[in-house]
């Protein structure tokens, strides 16, 4: 094999001199998290209401939650970026779209889009595993809860989310780790995300395997910690007497 490894290239300081091709991939890991992070608590905030509403004795309000669900399932996530991106600040009504355009930054612009576009595609996958969360539980405890005198909005809160949440923290750990995955995607929207940084970085110093495998190993050090901390949380909301609680 006629490659020449060059693991210095990392301390080497970019053409522009400010800088090290290292600080420019601990930047694109910076962007990624925040980016991640920012997306999947609002994908929790959106899944969250939107699996509740699928739940509810209301065919109006289910039927939107459902449609909700189906129009950002099924679509791909890139073809969603795109329209977040570039087709949405053409539409938007009273002056939004140009404000977006004109006064925003172009890296404010695409985190923006990028942020909105994984939270709403992530929130659809949420909001059915909260859903089927809540309807894993035995209908006496919604019974219960409004033989009590709660109303229908205090059982969910008090009796039936505590429970749906504490079941379904597994597959949230698989939605939390996709979300960051999905990541990757931003860069084609031109965000300096971790991926875009590497691929960078091969343009710069023609150094290919070392800067994917650099990348390769910040997304395992990020999955193993997302899944170390919701190991924790896992541990800690086990419920006794269900599936895989000891």
């Known amino acids: 094999m006629g490659y020449q490894w060059n693991w210095s290239i990392f301390g080497s300081t970019v053409p522009t001199g400010e800088t090290t091709y290292l600080v420019w991939l601990l930047s694109g890991l910076q962007t990624t998290i925040l980016l991640s992070l ?26 939107l939650a459902s ?19 570039f087709v949405l600040p053409e539409i938007l009504p009273f ?22 576009c994984l939270a709403f595609f992530t929130s659809a996958r949420v909001a059915e595993q909260v859903r089927a969360g ?28 505590p429970m749906a949440f504490r079941l379904i923290v597994p597959p949230l ?6 979300i960051f995955k999905n990541s990757a995607v931003c860069s084609t929207i031109g965000l300096l995300e971790l991926a875009a940084q590497g691929r960078q970085l091969v343009d710069y110093t023609a150094q290919p395997y ?36 000891k």
């Open 95 to 116: 002056g939004l779209g140009d404000a977006f355009k004109q006064q925003l930054s172009p890296l404010t612009q695409q985190f923006l889009s990028a942020m909105l």
């Open 134 to 161: 809540i309807n894993a539980l035995p209908r006496g405890q919604r019974a219960a809860g409004l033989a009590l005198g709660f109303t229908l909005p205090q059982t969910y809160r008090h009796v039936l989310l």
């Open 210 to 245: 070392e800067s994917f495998i650099a990348i390769t190993l910040l997304y395992l050090v990020i999955n193993v910690v997302v899944m170390g901390l919701m190991r924790i949380v896992e541990a800690r909301a086990r419920v006794p007497g269900y599936l895989g609680s």
């Open 38 to 63: 920012s997306a999947w608590l609002l994908a929790l905030a959106l899944g969250s209401l939107t699996g509740v509403l699928r739940t509810v004795p209301s065919k109006p309000l289910s039927t």
């Open 173 to 178: 750990t698989s939605e939390c780790l996709n």
């Open 67 to 85: 449609a909700y669900v189906e129009l950002f399932r099924n679509i791909p996530l890139l073809v969603q970026l795109f329209i977040w991106y």
